[in-house]
């Protein structure tokens, strides 16, 4: 049994797929994976015995330019990786008896899976990406968010617009491999029974449009590293600290600086994740430490708050630590959302990352950093799954039906 893994963006989209294909191997099955072909990725898998398939360009260059691409630049790179995928997809999925595909942007994986004649499944890691009139589609870059419409309004505004980006180049590239023409692009990506791998506590599905989406619970793997000697030494030589952190994302002018500014101010020492920002705001403070990539899962346990972005794979490895949480997005895909998830829960507090101020954040931190806030946070710990992958892989392999020589 061999399963391809399809997605394109940063850490946070790569991960949780990882953690599936570990799954997979364990239950016995062969696992190949379509990621950017930046390196960090690419040794990655390696290292986890994962065959390796790059497909667009290096995200990180992406990520981190000075400013952010235009609209027209923004539309030419999505062409650009539909293109990309129907060039490498076919060949990825040959002998292949499934694709699992994760994000929006794997416009070309379903017609694939069909040429194929192998079965196809759709992942999100949020309920918000789903179209539901229980919330509003999520940001998406280069796209305004219209002002005073409704739930339903927008959702049918976002079909237009993934429409009038990806309807007639996929059409194209469909009647090249003999397969008929696709009305609505994102319905059809989405499929009739998306998976979402986001925890039903934290981010349940509301349900809506006829979908039956199937909630796994996240996709995260246990990460065994021990954190860095001079790390634990800091953590060590005093009370516990504030986290802050922006992952991939570059934080909106001054919200870094003020972060670092207000934990210092409220008693507390910190510790500033360079990120791919590559933040640096330590300058030589003995209550500020600077740290790289390490063990979030063993980090978090021993904070006093986590300040970020809202990426869905930091937010739910905060919850589960049972740590405050300050969410500061900005107005891009899910992290609004999750933002949303942690102040509805009050286990910590939201901001809107591109007018607030250093007061708000301020509030901000007041309300997370109080007694009620770590109670609350610490109950929903107790509830966060920790078998969303495991599920997954069971789940896809059982929907395969019996494997060849015994494979499960």
Not at 6 to 11: D, E, H
Not at 320 to 333: E, K
């Amino acid at each position: 049994m061999r399963v391809l893994l399809s997605t394109y963006g940063t850490r946070g989209d790569v991960e949780p797929l990882v953690a599936l294909a570990v799954q997979l191997q364990a239950l016995g099955a062969q696992v190949r994976m379509c990621t950017p072909p930046d390196e960090e990725f690419t040794d990655r898998l390696a290292g986890l015995g994962i065959d390796a398939v790059p497909v667009g360009p290096p995200i990180r260059a992406l990520m981190r330019g000075t400013t952010p691409p235009s609209p027209a630049e923004l539309s030419r790179y999505r062409t650009e990786l539909l293109d990309a995928q129907f060039d490498v997809l076919p060949s990825a999925a040959e002998g292949c008896d499934a694709l699992v595909v994760a994000g929006l942007a794997q416009v070309a994986a379903r017609s694939v899976a069909e040429a194929a004649g192998i079965p196809y499944v759709y992942v999100t890691y949020s309920a918000v990406n789903l179209p539901s009139p229980h919330h509003a589609p999520p940001p998406r870059p280069g796209w305004p968010e219209p002002a005073d419409a409704d739930n339903e309004t927008r959702w049918e505004l976002d079909a237009q617009r993934v429409d009038a980006q990806f309807r007639e180049p996929l059409n194209g590239h469909r009647a090249a491999l003999g397969l008929p023409p696709v009305a609505g692009v994102r319905d059809h990506v989405y499929s009739d029974q998306p998976w979402i791998a986001a925890d039903p506590v934290l981010g349940p599905w509301p349900g809506g449009r006829g979908l039956e989406a199937v909630q796994t619970g996240a996709w995260t793997l246990v990460d065994e590293r021990p954190l860095p000697a001079d790390l634990v030494a800091f953590l060590a030589a005093g009370p516990p600290p504030v986290y802050v952190g922006f992952g991939s994302i570059s934080p909106a002018p001054d919200i870094a600086r003020w972060a670092v500014e207000v934990s210092r101010a409220g008693g507390h020492r910190v510790l500033v994740s360079r990120g791919w920002a590559d933040l640096d705001l330590v300058h030589g403070q003995d209550d500020c430490f600077a740290i790289g990539d390490v063990n979030h899962q063993r980090l978090f346990r021993e904070l006093a708050a986590v300040i970020h972005h809202g990426g869905a794979g930091t937010t739910q490895t905060a919850a589960r630590a049972g740590v405050p949480q300050v969410v500061v997005p900005i107005r891009l895909a899910d992290n609004p959302y999750w933002a949303g998830q942690v102040a509805a829960r009050q286990v910590g507090a939201a901001l809107d990352g591109p007018t607030a101020t250093i007061e708000s954040l301020t509030a901000a931190f007041e309300t997370a950093l109080a007694p009620g806030t770590r109670d609350r946070a610490k109950a929903l710990g107790a509830e966060i799954r920790t078998d969303g992958a495991t599920v997954a892989a069971r789940l896809l392999l059982d929907s395969l039906g019996p494997a060849p020589h015994g494979v499960r």
